[in-house]
């Protein structure tokens, strides 16, 4: 099944197969190729795919896998593998990618791993900087499954994950916490994040286990959409996807109440 679809600055499709690979659906040539179905030493680390990243030129592509990071470089069509180090603090602790997010600048990318947390990833040196999860500091990382991860346009960098709400990082291992504040109706839907997304115009939005929410950075508050009279969201889904058409339609992937739009 298709885990993860980016598109590049060329227009072009990638598509993260689970289990099986990389697949490449060409703009121009109106055809889809598969990149790797299989893991091995020369491609990918592992076969199943769950996150996907375009770098700005259109030529690196950044996947992440079961076991580790891999990076795919279109013109030579050659893979480089970063997979899990155990006690090398500049690699990384564990091995499946659950979200990747560019850094602030091109020389640099944000991920996160299953069961440790997120990092930071200085293409230059080709280190590792982990953050763990620290969740009884009170400007700490939550969760160390963060399964959503959004650079916004003002450099802002929005995660979600297991637990612990819309989470802002601030630098120098710091965050801001957004969590459920039970009677109030402007606070964000629930604690657990599966997807977040940024609009065109700007427009911040949230999926949760309990429905979608739009995210207000000014009023540091939360709209929560498609809800009944009771507040309660229509759907009853977990919001797995989200993604804007060119029309500007959002389009809405559930877990078991199939695709919506708005």
């Not at 992440?64 to 593998?81: D, P, V, W």
């Not at 990082?169 to 977040?196: C, D, K, Q, T, W």
């Not at 207000?216 to 919001?239: C, H, M, S, Y």
Request: charged share 15%; proline share 4%; net charge neutral.
């Amino acid at each position: 099944k298709a885990k993860a679809l980016k598109t590049d600055a060329l227009g072009d499709l990638w598509v993260g197969l689970f289990p099986n690979g990389l697949d490449h659906g060409s703009r121009f040539a109106n055809q889809f190729c598969v990149v790797q179905n299989a893991s091995d030493a020369s491609g990918l680390s592992h076969k199943s795919v769950l996150s996907l990243m375009a770098h700005p030129d259109a030529n690196n592509i950044w996947i992440g896998t079961e076991n580790g990071l891999n990076h795919y470089t279109a013109n030579s069509k050659q893979f480089t593998q970063y997979i899990p180090a155990p006690g090398d603090t500049s690699q990384l602790q564990s091995g499946p990618i659950l979200a990747l997010a560019k850094g602030e600048s091109n020389d640099e990318l944000w991920l996160s791993a299953w069961g440790s947390g997120i990092y930071n990833f200085n293409l230059k040196t080709r280190q590792f900087t982990q953050i763990a999860a620290q969740p009884s500091r009170p400007d700490g990382l939550k969760t160390s499954e963060i399964w959503a991860m959004l650079r916004a346009h003002d450099g802002t960098l929005y995660l979600g994950g297991s637990g612990g709400g819309l989470q802002i990082y601030r630098g120098n291992g710091r965050f801001e916490h957004f969590a459920v504040e039970p009677g109030n109706p402007a606070s964000i839907s629930n604690n657990y994040l599966r997807s977040l997304l940024q609009t065109r115009s700007g427009r911040i939005f949230v999926g949760t286990a309990s429905g979608l929410d739009e995210f207000l950075p000014d009023k540091k508050q939360f709209v929560r959409w498609l809800r009944n009279e009771q507040g309660e969201f229509k759907i009853g889904a977990t919001v797995m996807a989200l993604f804007e058409g060119r029309d500007g339609t959002l389009w809405v992937g559930t877990h078991g109440a199939g695709l919506i739009s708005i």
